[in-house]
């Protein structure tokens, strides 16, 4: 059905893929893209950005 919506200019190949995933992630175990809390930084809500210019130089995390 994607694909024939694709093919008739419906959706853009870029909508067919983004739904496409939606509707493969039933089929996603939550381990396959957790991030294990041992990996995880977290910042107060009320710091300020001092703290969190702080935390980014100490921790240097990869996707923030």
Known sequence: ?????????????????MIENVLEIKDTHV??????LV?????????TLVDFQHLW???KAGNW
Request: avoid cysteine; hydrophobic fraction near 40%; glycine fraction near 6%.
């Open 1 to 17: 059905m994607l694909d024939g919506a694709e093919f008739s200019g419906a959706i853009e190949e870029e909508e067919q893929d």
């Open 57 to 59: 130089v100490t921790h």
């Open 39 to 47: 990996d995880m930084v977290a910042i107060d809500a009320s710091a």
């Open 31 to 36: 381990r396959e893209v957790e991030t294990p």
